[in-house]
């Protein structure tokens, strides 16, 4: 039986335990996408869990969907992000950059050219985003050309390149969650007839495309992905095909050997058990809302070989050691999870010494 604090092989580094912060959007980069000062000492004070993934991270300008959240494609970018893994590896721990294209989840007004936002199809999610001035309805987005789809994927390479050359371990591509990945698996956004909508293998062409090219620019064993089978939040409906689009994919994303396939769950269990199945390399589970008393029972199952907690690593920077000594854990502070400043995001307690 394997506990969450035995070493685990991922991609290729050796974790000192199977704890992963989930990635989490916080909303306090500069308006030009480097990631803001405090930043470093965030993701430092949570080096105790064996890989850290980041906050969703643009992999260009059209990438952005919310405010102030950084990129990954600019010297500067680059830059601001070395400081980050530079006090992550100073402190033991292992990051991933999770490279996060929002497509129609944007708001013209959240990003640096403020254009109409780009999605696999012309269809509005239905739902609003925060900006500057508060909330606003989402405008329906422009479909990206057959040859734009070609440039996205290049722009997805470009940041992966540029997440390496800032000293991250690896990427994580943000394929779940209702951003532009999943729009393009499911028909409820995707109505396209050119070769990336219509059949399964369409729907899930970009995701194998960007996954294949980021393998290629910097090594399978460093590119990894996020998949929420069965979102149905913002518009997102993936249909009665969707776990046989997701069954697919795994097995096409298998041959490809990436270092791992990080599942939030959402969707059945039946879904889960084939996925374990037919993926070879190290699996992530994020349960959402994960009471504390079940932390380690996936891993201990063997259902998979990793484990990711969002909400408490943001409130816990010594999480794996509370979780060791079974000590109380701090609430987190719902008010402050994007944008503002120390307050509620490096002002978490440790336990005393
Ligand atoms: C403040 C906040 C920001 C989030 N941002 C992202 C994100 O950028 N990318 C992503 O894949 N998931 C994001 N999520 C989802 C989390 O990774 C995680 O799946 C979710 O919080 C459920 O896990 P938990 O109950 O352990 O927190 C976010 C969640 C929260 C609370």
Same mark, same amino acid.
């Given at each position: 039986?394997?506990?969450?604090?035995?070493?685990?092989?991922?991609?290729?580094?050796?974790?000192?335990?199977?704890?992963?912060?989930?990635?989490?959007?916080?909303?306090?980069?500069?308006?030009?996408?480097?990631?803001?000062?405090?930043?470093?000492?965030?993701?430092?004070?949570?080096?105790?869990?064996?890989?850290?993934?980041?906050?969703?991270?643009?992999?260009?300008?059209?990438?952005?969907?919310?405010?102030?959240?950084?990129?990954?494609?600019?010297?500067?970018?680059?830059?601001?992000?070395?400081?980050?893994?530079?006090?992550?590896?100073?402190?033991?721990?292992?990051?991933?950059?999770?490279?996060?294209?929002?497509?129609?989840? =944007?708001?013209?007004?959240?990003?640096?050219?403020?254009? $109409?936002?780009?999605?696999?199809?012309?269809?509005?999610?239905?739902?609003? @985003?925060?900006?500057?001035?508060?909330?606003?309805?989402?405008?329906?987005?422009?479909?990206?050309?057959?040859?734009?789809?070609? &440039?996205?994927?290049?722009?997805?390479?470009?940041? +992966?390149? =540029?997440?390496?050359?800032?000293?991250?371990?690896?990427?994580?591509?943000?394929?779940?969650?209702?951003?532009?990945?999943?729009?393009?698996?499911?028909?409820?956004?995707?109505?396209?007839?050119? &070769?990336?909508?219509?059949?399964?293998?369409?729907?899930?062409?970009?995701?194998?495309?960007?996954?294949?090219?980021?393998?290629?620019?910097?090594?399978?064993?460093?590119?990894?992905? /996020?998949?929420?089978?069965?979102?149905?939040?913002?518009?997102?409906?993936?249909?009665?095909?969707?776990?046989?689009?997701?069954?697919?994919?795994? +097995?096409?994303?298998?041959?490809?050997?990436?270092?791992?396939?990080?599942?939030?769950?959402?969707?059945?269990?039946?879904?889960?058990?084939?996925?374990?199945?037919?993926?070879?390399?190290?699996?992530?589970?994020?349960?959402?809302?994960?009471?504390?008393? $079940?932390?380690? +029972?996936?891993?201990?199952?063997?259902?998979?070989?990793?484990?990711?907690?969002?909400? @408490?690593?943001?409130?816990?920077?010594?999480?794996?050691? /509370?979780?060791?000594?079974?000590?109380?854990?701090?609430?987190?502070?719902?008010?402050?999870?994007?944008?503002?400043?120390?307050?509620?995001?490096?002002?978490?307690?440790?336990? =005393? +010494?």
């Amino acid at each position: 039986m394997n506990s969450i604090f035995t070493p685990v092989r991922l991609g290729r580094t050796t974790l000192p335990n199977r704890l992963v912060m989930a990635p989490m959007t916080r909303s306090r980069a500069a308006f030009d996408g480097t990631p803001g000062e405090l930043a470093a000492e965030y993701y430092a004070q949570r080096a105790g869990v064996g890989l850290i993934v980041t906050e969703g991270t643009q992999p260009s300008d059209d990438g952005q969907g919310y405010l102030t959240t950084p990129g990954i494609y600019t010297p500067a970018h680059v830059a601001g992000w070395r400081k980050i893994t530079s006090a992550v590896h100073d402190k033991g721990g292992h990051i991933f950059i999770q490279l996060m294209h929002a497509g129609r989840m =944007s708001h013209p007004d959240n990003t640096p050219h403020h254009r $109409q936002s780009v999605a696999p199809s012309a269809i509005a999610p239905g739902t609003g @985003m925060f900006t500057a001035i508060g909330m606003q309805d989402i405008p329906t987005p422009r479909p990206l050309t057959t040859e734009e789809v070609r &440039q996205t994927v290049a722009d997805f390479r470009h940041a +992966a390149r =540029s997440a390496i050359e800032a000293g991250a371990d690896g990427v994580e591509i943000h394929g779940a969650n209702a951003y532009l990945v999943q729009q393009f698996f499911a028909p409820s956004a995707n109505t396209r007839t050119d &070769q990336y909508g219509g059949s399964i293998e369409n729907r899930a062409r970009f995701a194998v495309e960007v996954a294949a090219a980021i393998a290629e620019e910097i090594g399978a064993d460093r590119t990894s992905i /996020r998949l929420s089978p069965g979102t149905t939040i913002w518009g997102i409906d993936e249909g009665a095909e969707g776990p046989d689009l997701y069954r697919y994919l795994i +097995a096409e994303l298998d041959k490809l050997g990436l270092a791992y396939v990080h599942i939030m769950h959402q969707g059945s269990e039946p879904l889960l058990a084939d996925i374990r199945k037919l993926w070879h390399k190290s699996l992530i589970l994020n349960r959402p809302g994960r009471p504390r008393d $079940q932390i380690g +029972a996936d891993v201990a199952s063997g259902l998979v070989d990793l484990e990711a907690y969002g909400q @408490m690593v943001l409130a816990n920077p010594d999480f794996a050691v /509370r979780l060791k000594a079974n000590a109380a854990m701090n609430e987190a502070d719902h008010n402050t999870y994007f944008g503002g400043t120390a307050r509620g995001y490096i002002d978490y307690p440790a336990l =005393s +010494a």
